[in-house]
């Protein structure tokens, strides 16, 4: 079996839609592939609520190095190829969505050849670092207002120090509208990453997203669903056939950010 592929969806700011972006793109991979969506939002684990689906088993009850036999029985079975893996049920546990178990589980996930979606939180902590890390490519979903320029030339400055590579990111305009003072032509100007695509503002997709049905909200033939089926064209034009574990270089992100800041024994 092929390896899989495993996208990020990230952003330093709140309030773009990231979860929403997450599902959908999810949905659509889940068409082809085996598929797992990740809550790895430690600080505001919704998936859960979103998708009302059974909290366990969770990123909490993840072996270390499960039996590739027993894989699936560590996840939210959701259809006949995709899967879910929520994040911890209590503000309390949240430490269980450590570096370690975000690292075992993409490696894992990567090994059985599933396309993996990483629902990051906002904050750079560890386990964000490592999910950051171990993508193939990273989603940055921004909306049509000046607070999200910033965010993006931000994250820019300081690729250099987290040692991850400029090609794997890329832009998603979220909840675009012609009302806009900015346009996405703007975005495209001034942004230091390339845009993917754009995804539309939907009363649609607000009305179900409001009454907890955030799977219509993103489906195929929703607006939302719709914009993404060219976000994933133009991802993996390849349905990522050929996505393979890479060759290890070295430490991973956290290693070499130790090294970097004279932690190394942190």
């Known amino acids: 079996m092929s390896g899989g592929f495993i996208t990020a969806i990230w952003s330093p700011k709140g309030g773009v839609g990231k979860t929403l972006l997450s599902v959908a793109l999810a949905l659509k991979l889940a068409e082809k592939r085996r598929t797992t969506l990740i809550d790895g939002n430690a600080d505001n684990p919704d998936l859960v609520s979103l998708l009302q689906c059974p909290s366990l088993p969770n990123i909490g009850t993840w072996p270390g190095q499960p039996d590739p036999a027993e894989l699936e029985s560590h996840l939210v079975r959701r259809s006949s190829r995709l899967f879910i893996l929520p994040g911890p049920t209590r503000f309390i546990d949240e430490a269980v969505l450590s570096a370690d178990a975000m690292d075992s589980v993409l490696r894992t996930l990567r090994a059985a050849g599933h396309m993996v979606v990483v629902d990051c939180s906002t904050s750079l902590r560890d386990s964000t670092l490592v999910a950051l890390d171990h993508a193939d490519r990273i989603l940055v979903p921004v909306t049509l207002d000046l607070l999200s320029i910033t965010p993006l030339k931000r994250v820019a400055r300081e690729l250099e120090f987290l040692k991850l590579p400029a090609p794997k990111f890329r832009v998603v305009i979220n909840r675009h509208t012609d009302t806009r003072e900015i346009t996405a032509e703007d975005i495209r100007l001034v942004s230091p990453f ?55 270089a070295g430490p991973g992100l956290l290693g070499r950010l130790r090294i970097l800041t004279g932690k190394e024994g942190a």
């Open 194 to 248: 390339p845009v993917a695509g754009v995804v539309p503002s939907s009363r649609v997709a607000a009305a179900a997203i409001n009454r907890g049905d955030l799977e219509s909200a993103a489906a195929p033939t929703s607006p939302v669903g719709k914009a993404v089926n060219g976000l994933v064209a133009e991802m993996l034009p390849t349905e990522a056939g050929s996505a393979q574990e890479p060759a290890d």
